[in-house]
């Protein structure tokens, strides 16, 4: 099994540390587009209208300029830099040493910048959304998508996917239909079933905490993973076709 993750929009810099070998990361074979997509960013966020182009308020201004000096930043692994509402529900860091060597393997992180990167990968903190378009490189989701079909292919053959990542990042990759679950989260009330946003981030961290804390075996399958996932949830499978994946429905009610 492995888990499908997005990026956190925010992350939390290193605050010591010797900067990333981009050549040390997972997916090696990424490292020359990794180089490229650094190279392009370090220039757009040094330039007057870096905030327009990233697609980012006055806020975050330190944030784009630390875009610019990445290859001396400080880095940690990745489930330090990305924080917020998903990996806060995670809770990587009150997890069992078993259970961080488990999320370690099983969790792999879709990014604009690095394409895509382990839970033990460092990195440094930074800002860059898979939506932003690139100056010679065009939109990062479709820069990347072959890329990571050809890095990912073997390493995921074989596996469950369970894909949390949000429609920004699953066009970046679309893996094996057969062997994806997407996870999908509503609220119920009345009858009235809801897509929800804030909710979705923290159930889908809850589930990837559930999955890697449970006892007994990894899902291997779809309807291993719904009874996995019913443990927690009231939940539902719907069956995917040849173009489309599985999708499990969690359904949060009042």
């Not at 990026?7 to 070998?21: D, F, I, L």
């Not at 990445?70 to 509402?85: K, Q």
């Not at 999908?184 to 999955?211: C, I, M, P």
């Not at 443990?231 to 499990?248: F, N, S, Y």
Request: net charge positive.
């Amino acid at each position: 099994m492995l888990i499908l993750l997005p990026p956190s929009e925010g992350k939390t810099p290193a605050k010591t540390g010797t900067p990333a070998n981009l050549s040390e990361l997972s997916f090696p074979e990424l490292t020359g587009a990794r180089q490229d997509v650094a190279r392009a960013l370090a220039a757009v966020s040094s330039q007057e209208d870096a905030l327009t182009q990233l697609g980012v308020g006055a806020s975050l201004h330190q944030e784009v300029h630390r875009n610019t000096r990445l290859a001396d930043e400080p880095a940690a692994p990745a489930h330090s830099i990305y924080t917020g509402v998903l990996f806060d529900a995670l809770g990587y860091h009150g997890m069992t040493a078993t259970q961080k060597r488990k999320a370690d393997s099983a969790v792999v992180v879709v990014s604009g910048l690095w394409g895509a990167v382990g839970f033990a990968d460092r990195i440094p903190a930074y800002r860059l959304s898979m939506s932003v378009g690139l100056p010679g490189l065009g939109k990062l989701a479709s820069f990347w998508k072959p890329k990571l079909a050809a890095a990912l292919a073997a390493y995921t053959e074989g596996q469950l996917l369970v894909d949390c990542r949000s429609s920004t990042y699953g066009a970046a990759w679309v893996p094996d239909p057969a062997r994806t679950v997407a996870v999908n989260v509503f609220t119920e009330r009345d009858g009235v079933r809801k897509v929800v946003s804030h909710f979705a981030k923290h159930t889908r961290g809850e589930l990837a905490r559930h999955l890697l804390t449970r006892r007994g075996k990894a899902p291997e399958t779809p309807e291993q993973l719904r009874r996995a996932a019913a443990e927690k949830w009231t939940v539902e499978l719907v069956p995917g076709t040849a173009r489309k994946a599985h999708a499990l429905n969690i359904i949060l009610t009042d």
